[in-house]
């Protein structure tokens, strides 16, 4: 084993995983200007996490936070400091798979700029960062800090915690990885959908034709919260799944399965359980 690698490196088999390799010039980076990034991943590991990584010194400071982040100051959720990864690992969405370190499905759950409010290595290095961040989902102050918990041996324990401003919310009210769980690059969820031999079989039998709800006219728009989404020309496909083989059909149930060669492969590509989709 090459002694010189970083952890990062050491955990993985670039030869499996489609996680990124680590920089060959690592510090080159150190140099550049502008705005730090900073990256949320959501990671269904053995268990559900959310790994928030700042870039600094060249490199992506990381930590684990079980719960997630909460806008409610009150909530100090644990935040587990782990090793540094690549830069390039901010955009990394994906399956590591099975066997490997830290297998399972990993996505961007947020994405932005962070803004140090003091010289951020010094403060990095005493274990009290103040910030702001200007991501998709999160924004405002926000402080990690380093605690010494009971219990916590020699993990390096820190604190993630909203600061009071007008972004915080109570968590009786409002939870942000409720209510956004999706990835911020795809739309994609974490849904565990995908086929495993260990999941159980759905009860009973998909049906073998489908007759999906159309829009109807109205004349005024329905009352409460709502939201609506543009119209795009094309075709509704509803696309069934039976024991991993698709077949696509028009809304009225003409077979359309040979006329759309690409999309079927796509489908199966996802290797979903039987299940119709409507798209
Ligand atoms: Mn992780």
């Not at 952890?7 to 730090?36: H, I, M, Q, W």
């Not at 099975?98 to 005493?126: E, T």
Request: proline share 7%; net charge neutral; charged share 30%.
């Amino acid at each position: 084993m090459d002694k010189t690698s970083s952890e990062y490196t050491r955990k993985r088999n670039f030869d499996v995983t489609s996680e990124p390799k680590e920089e060959a010039l690592r510090g080159r980076s150190k140099k550049a200007v502008g705005a730090l990034r900073f990256v949320i991943q959501k990671h269904d590991a053995r268990n559900l996490h959310y790994d928030f990584r700042l870039e600094l010194d060249g490199t992506l400071k990381s930590w684990a936070v079980p719960k997630g982040p909460s806008l409610d100051p009150q909530d100090k959720r644990l935040a587990i400091h782990v090793e540094d990864h690549p830069l390039s690992y901010a955009a990394f969405e994906g399956r590591i798979p099975r066997g490997q370190y830290g297998a399972g499905d990993v996505i961007v759950w947020d994405q932005g700029i962070w803004q140090p409010h003091d010289d951020p290595l010094k403060a990095y290095a005493s274990g009290k960062l103040k910030f702001s961040l200007v991501g998709e989902k999160l924004s405002g102050d926000w402080t990690l800090v380093r605690t010494r918990l009971k219990g916590s041996g020699d993990k390096d324990h820190w604190l993630l915690i909203k600061e009071r401003d007008e972004l915080a919310r109570p968590s009786s009210e409002y939870s942000i990885v409720e209510a956004q769980p999706q990835s911020v690059i795809t739309g994609a969820l974490l849904a565990r959908v995908k086929a495993n031999p260990r999941d159980p079989k759905p009860d009973g039998p998909i049906p073998d034709v489908f007759k999906p709800q159309l829009a109807t006219w109205v004349s005024e728009p329905p009352s409460g919260d709502w939201l609506y989404e543009i119209k795009f020309d094309g075709y509704r496909i509803l696309a069934r799944i039976k024991c991993a083989a698709v077949r696509l059909y028009t809304r009225n149930g003409h077979d359309w399965t040979e006329k759309m060669p690409l999309q079927v492969k796509a489908i199966e590509a996802l290797e979903l359980q039987d299940s119709w989709l409507d798209g």
